[in-house]
């Protein structure tokens, strides 16, 4: 089953999602197509399955929320960065990423995974007005990041030192998700 991940991570990563097939994965990770459908079903669930490995929502949410909401856009900037910037998080992200601007199985990824899974757990300790949307905009902020910096990779902002981004952007994210 690891070794249909990892094909399904590299081949969602360089192809994208609709480029990709289930037979190149089973070519890729040397099992036969009935395997993976036998785990994972559709290419739906395992493009999701292997997104969700990249981000451990569950693991993460702790991280994040830390000691309460003091700090917590700084927490926010540096976990993201930290999984953008990690090689082996970063090629399913950007596949997602990519992938979710024009097919909707992918856009569907994104949103069960990074705002509902996610982000409706941090907005549930948040004590704010509107916390689900606050957590939404802190969200947009960073997913424009991402396109910018890793996947357009514009200048200065895909050079940047990743302390520069934390410095600016998380008193940005703090006001977000705590100021009434």
């Given at each position: 089953?690891?070794?249909?991940?990892?094909?399904?991570?590299?081949?969602?990563?360089?192809?994208?999602?609709?480029?990709?097939?289930?037979?190149g994965i089973a070519k890729t990770a040397g099992v036969d197509p009935a395997l993976i459908h036998h785990y994972f079903g559709s290419k739906d669930e395992l493009f999701a399955d292997t997104i969700e490995l990249s981000l451990e929502p569950a693991v993460l949410v702790p991280q994040i929320l830390g000691t309460g909401p003091d700090g917590i856009g700084e927490?926010?900037?540096?976990?993201?960065?930290?999984?953008?910037?990690?090689?082996?998080?970063?090629?399913?992200?950007?596949?997602?990423?990519?992938?979710?601007?024009?097919?909707?199985?992918?856009?569907?990824?994104?949103?069960?995974?990074?705002?509902?899974?996610?982000?409706?757990?941090?907005?549930?300790?948040?004590?704010?007005?509107?916390?689900?949307?606050?957590?939404?905009?802190?969200?947009?902020?960073?997913?424009?990041?991402?396109?910018?910096?890793?996947?357009?990779?514009?200048?200065?902002?895909?050079?940047?030192?990743?302390?520069?981004?934390?410095?600016?952007?998380?008193?940005?994210?703090?006001?977000?998700?705590?100021?009434?």
């Amino acid at each position: 089953m690891e070794r249909i991940r990892l094909a399904a991570r590299s081949e969602f990563a360089a192809r994208g999602y609709d480029k990709t097939s289930l037979r190149g994965i089973a070519k890729t990770a040397g099992v036969d197509p009935a395997l993976i459908h036998h785990y994972f079903g559709s290419k739906d669930e395992l493009f999701a399955d292997t997104i969700e490995l990249s981000l451990e929502p569950a693991v993460l949410v702790p991280q994040i929320l830390g000691t309460g909401p003091d700090g917590i856009g700084e927490r926010l900037v540096r976990y993201f960065l930290g999984i953008w910037e990690n090689p082996v998080t970063r090629a399913p992200l950007l596949a997602v990423i990519r992938s979710a601007l024009t097919h909707e199985a992918a856009a569907r990824v994104l949103r069960d995974l990074v705002l509902r899974r996610l982000l409706e757990r941090v907005a549930a300790d948040l004590d704010v007005p509107d916390p689900t949307f606050r957590a939404e905009l802190a969200a947009s902020h960073m997913v424009g990041i991402a396109v910018l910096r890793y996947v357009v990779q514009v200048e200065p902002l895909a050079s940047a030192d990743p302390e520069k981004i934390v410095e600016l952007v998380a008193p940005t994210l703090q006001r977000y998700l705590t100021e009434g």
